[in-house]
């Protein structure tokens, strides 16, 4: 009998289990294969500190459980009888570490090796495998280990404590007899041992504990420690597979022609080169967009490069870079929706010492991940099958049944590893048009978008318009604040639930939240959206706009009041000591106020955002031709407890390069309706030899975990751009770097 159990069996098995685990979401049953499983649910989290806590209690339901009464958990351990664990992985693995770290939690309290899970991709359900702090099953906005810190122990501390009793019953010995161990339960006086295996059905069938105890701290054997990932070796050695590896007999490819206008649909197509490309079979028209289906994905996209297409270009074919900052602009002087207000304002201002007004700037930015988007999609009679890297699984099959019409059930989404995210993946679009493709064909397809159909048709990170003002007192503090924010809602349109009262609380990330003590504060949002350009999330959008804005301006206002970057800050962090003090410890590890050579600068940026506390010295030289070289980058970072330091380290290191190249390079402009950018070559990508050390200093905490995928993306910029006025006395108040100082 095969021991392995579906994802569908084991909801299956949960609704009709004769035990569950209500108040904390845990459920407990045994497969039809004789495996031990356990589901949990995974409620928001609230960073109260749960690191601290040494047990969870655990209502016991005694009656056995209907199956409409069951509850539906979001995700699932399952233990089989030769032992093996396996994760239904409720996250995507797209460079982060979740593979591994996530993994860490189960095996440290279930007292396994972390080599012996098995790990699966969950399928699509915002039921069982939504993440309450996203409001679906979606991997995004760093909170994967936020999400999973508490109920992944907890799972594991359950399944442990039935294991060893189990194991005490077998043996007709005392349970504080018996302790478990790399997979096994062990009886102290006797040494006696046995695998997890051997006692599943008898674990399976007991009654559910009152109380489970986590592990102390102080006898973690993974959390903590620095772990190597989990998935490196086949990503190193060429079998991990991705979406645009996936191969399926009898597979045809299609190469994507967008139209180049947003906004704009397809007039007429002359398909007849194409046709005479060897390979080519067949043209298919989809919405704004020609599809050129070919055998293989040379023939495909020289079939779409020989395309005549007329395009209907519309309205959208006199948009320009130029028109839409100009709408910004204006919709800066209407007031917005007050996203924070605190004492007031207009009288901080009437009794200024000295005011501060200016206006900070930034542009369009594309995701330009390594792996353009693609889906495989077969569409037969009454199934549709996709193969996709996605970073929404259930969002993928609901926009499948809305094109196909098949139900839920007739549509299996296969999930792979993601050549980069960021954001990109969040959205079903690339999906949409495959489907379609797909139902035009008699065979699976491969839709693919070569490297510069991904850049000019992305869904973009917004350019944003912020008016920012201060007033300081006679000691140079500011007393009063305010701070428009305009750009485009992204929220409005991936969530319109969450986009109350005219309120994007993405966009306002940050600005409405300062970790400094400023007493009057007015923050509003103004809604502006640039004509048909997409938009969409980014490497944490509000967060990065904010704190690029937020923490230069901190910065000039402590040139105002003549006071050194670092003490203006400190003096303003009294009420935010973790803040503060990973702004100490980077700054004590960069050596700050230490002389510079003439042309080098030091840069400072503190931010609080995503559960963690970060703070980074960035060092830059400038030459007599204006051209900026980074030459460190220091960095102290507060996120609660470090699960994995080793992954926290690259996933500070990854965001600081992704953060320097977006500052320095990155823009995405338009010009008669089209995004002049097409690859690396205009879009430019920090190169290997640009990239400074990047140090990372993880402060010790035992608060919950924090999110580590966009905080040193996002606190970037502005220690960038404040280095930079260091070494020039040149603000940088628009983004990006470009030319500004050799124009200068």
Not at 517 to 524: A, K, T
Request: charged share 20%; hydrophobic share 40%.
């Amino acid at each position: 009998m095969d021991e392995t159990v579906s994802p569908a069996k084991a909801d299956a098995v949960f609704r009709s289990g004769r035990r569950s685990f209500l108040k904390f979401g845990i459920s407990v049953g045994l497969t039809g294969a004789g495996s031990l499983l356990l589901g949990m649910s995974i409620p928001a989290a609230k960073g109260e500190g749960v690191a601290n806590r040494d047990s969870v209690d655990i209502e016991d339901d005694e009656a056995p459980v209907a199956p409409d009464e069951a509850f539906f958990p979001n995700a699932f351990i399952r233990i089989d009888k030769s032992s093996r664990v396996t994760l239904i992985m409720p996250k995507v693995e797209m460079g982060q570490g979740t593979y591994t770290s996530i993994p860490m939690l189960i095996a440290e309290e279930l007292e396994v090796g972390l080599e012996g899970l098995v790990l699966e991709h969950a399928p699509p359900n915002d039921v069982l495998y939504g993440d309450a702090l996203l409001s679906g099953q979606l991997t995004g906005g760093s909170t994967s280990m936020r999400y999973a810190w508490k109920p992944m122990r907890q799972a594991g501390a359950v399944a442990r404590t039935l294991l060893i009793k189990a194991a005490s019953q077998r043996w007709s010995v005392g349970e504080d007899e018996c302790y478990a161990e790399m997979g096994e339960v062990i009886h102290k006086p006797t040494q006696r041992r046995v695998r997890y295996g051997q006692l599943v059905e008898r674990a399976a069938r007991l009654p559910a504990p009152q109380n489970v105890a986590f592990k102390p701290p102080s006898s973690y054997r993974l959390i903590g420690k620095p772990t190597s990932r989990l998935d490196s070796s086949i990503k190193v050695n060429g079998q991990a597979i991705y979406g645009i590896d996936v191969r399926l007999p009898d597979m045809a490819h299609a190469a994507i022609v967008n139209c180049p206008v947003f906004g704009g649909t397809v007039g007429t197509v002359d398909e007849a080169a194409a046709h005479k490309i060897d390979g080519v079979l067949r043209v298919i028209k989809v919405d704004n967009a020609v599809a050129v289906v070919g055998t293989n994905t040379w023939s495909a996209k020289r079939g779409a490069s020989a395309l005549d297409v007329q395009w209907n270009e519309g309205s959208g074919a006199n948009v320009s870079t130029e028109m839409i900052v100009d709408d910004l602009r204006k919709a800066s002087t209407r007031p917005g929706v007050v996203a924070r207000k605190d004492g007031d304002v207009r009288a901080a201002f009437a009794n200024a010492h000295k005011r501060l007004d200016v206006v900070y700037q930034q542009p369009f930015l594309s995701h330009a991940p390594m792996e353009p988007v693609n889906c495989t999609v077969h569409v037969s009679a009454d199934r549709c099958e996709i193969w996709v890297g996605t970073q929404v699984p259930a969002r993928a099959a609901d926009t499948v049944a809305r094109i196909t019409g098949l139900p839920l059930d007739r549509i299996t989404v296969h999930n792979h590893l993601l050549g980069g995210g960021f954001g990109r993946r969040l959205d079903t679009d690339f999906i949409a048009q495959a489907v379609k493709v797909a139902m035009s064909i008699d065979q699976p397809v491969k839709v693919f978008w070569t490297r510069e159909e991904d850049i000019q048709h992305d869904m973009y990170r917004p350019c944003y318009y912020d008016a920012i003002s201060a007033a300081l007192d006679a000691s140079g503090k500011p007393v009063g604040w305010t701070h428009r924010i305009v750009g485009s809602s992204i929220v409005a349109r991936f969530r319109p639930k969450a986009f109350k009262n005219g309120l994007d609380p993405d966009a306002v990330k940050v600005s409405a939240e300062l970790p400094y003590d400023i007493p009057n504060q007015l923050i509003e949002y103004v809604r502006q959206e640039p004509y048909h350009v997409p938009t969409a999330f980014w490497r944490g959008v509000g967060p990065t706009r904010g704190t690029f804005v937020v923490e230069s301006f901190i910065d000039e206002l402590a040139k105002l009041a003549e006071v050194d970057p670092v003490q203006y800050r400190s003096r303003l962090l009294g009420k935010a000591p973790r803040a503060l003090n990973v702004l100490q410890v980077a700054a004590k590890e960069a050596g700050w106020g230490k002389p510079l050579p003439e042309g080098t600068g030091m840069g400072v940026s503190v931010m609080r955002e995503f559960g963690s506390f970060i703070s980074i010295v960035a060092t830059v030289s400038v030459n007599e031709r204006g051209e900026v070289a980074v030459n460190r980058i220091v960095c102290a970072v507060d996120c609660g407890v470090a699960i994995n330091p080793r992954t926290i380290e690259a996933q500070v290191q990854g965001g600081v390069i992704f953060g320097i190249t977006a500052a320095l390079y990155g823009e995405i402009t338009i010009k008669r309706g089209r995004v002049e950018q097409s690859n690396f070559a205009d879009y430019r990508i920090l190169r290997i030899h640009e990239i400074p050390p990047v140090e990372v200093h993880i402060v010790s905490s035992s608060e919950a975990p924090g999110g580590m995928g966009e905080v040193g993306t996002a606190a970037l910029a502005a220690a960038l751009c404040n280095a930079i006025f260091a070494a020039t006395g040149k603000r940088i108040r628009t983004l990006p770097v470009g030319t500004q100082l050799a124009a200068a």
